[in-house]
């Protein structure tokens, strides 16, 4: 059991540097300094850095699947649920201004240094595009669904990164808001397709019956 604390305490220093100043530029010496623990018992856990970074990576695929499954027990509806995603701008938006998006300034740093695991690191924009794309197939359009899911995720990499440029949280909100409106206005869109095509089974009806 004290092996796996130390462990997820090292995982969590990781996640944190790797967050705030870069893969790149945090060290062994900068974790074990965070953790408080000595050299030897810090390559006991980890020898390389890049096993390190596969932990940090695994663990935060673990936290947003928890994530999403909590905001699927809190939403009632579909768009409830995208809209806990949207509103993670602004829940984590004194991050967000000092350092960008977790993900993804991991995966483009990853990209520029040509790092193996860029490719695990992208897999937490799969998790969100597959778990958006299904929100929005559950709301009614099915035909066009990772079509809304990649434009909700560009979109919200684009606010963190310009938040993050800015340093605007009036920026942050007034964005989240443009989207929530977008968001009703693309699931209306649904709801008057599935109207008017009931209402043509319903003439259809009509007419069979008058025939």
């Known amino acids: 059991m004290g092996e796996r604390t130390t462990r997820d305490r090292i995982v969590e220093a990781a996640d944190r540097l790797f967050y705030r100043q870069g893969y790149e530029h945090t060290s062994f010496a900068d974790i074990a300094d965070a953790v408080q623990i000595s050299r030897g018992n810090f390559y006991h856990h980890f020898k390389t850095?890049?096993?390190i970074l596969d932990a940090v990576i695994e663990a935060r695929l673990a936290g947003t699947r928890g994530m999403l499954q909590q905001w699927e027990i809190a939403g009632?509806?579909?768009a409830d649920r995208i809209r806990c995603f949207i509103h993670i701008l602004i829940t984590n938006?004194?991050?967000i201004k000092r350092y960008g998006c977790p993900v993804g300034t991991l995966s483009t740093e990853l990209g520029k240094l040509g790092h193996s695991a860029r490719a695990e690191a992208n897999s937490?924009?799969?998790?969100?595009?597959?778990?958006l794309s299904r929100q929005?197939?559950?709301?009614?359009?099915e035909a066009?669904?990772?079509?809304?899911?990649?434009?909700?995720?560009?979109r919200s990499q684009g606010v963190a990164m310009l938040a993050s440029a800015l340093g605007d949280e009036k920026f942050i909100r007034q964005e989240v808001a443009d989207m929530c409106v977008w968001l009703e206005a693309r699931l209306a869109e649904a709801t008057s397709k599935r109207e008017g095509k009931r209402n043509v089974r319903r003439f259809a009806q009509i007419r069979r019956q008058q025939g």
């Open 49 to 51: 850095k890049d096993e």
């Open 76 to 78: 009632e509806t579909p």
């Open 93 to 95: 938006r004194a991050d």
């Open 124 to 131: 937490l924009f799969t998790l969100f595009r597959t778990w």
């Open 136 to 141: 929005f197939a559950l709301a009614g359009r």
């Open 144 to 154: 066009d669904s990772d079509r809304l899911a990649m434009h909700v995720l560009a």
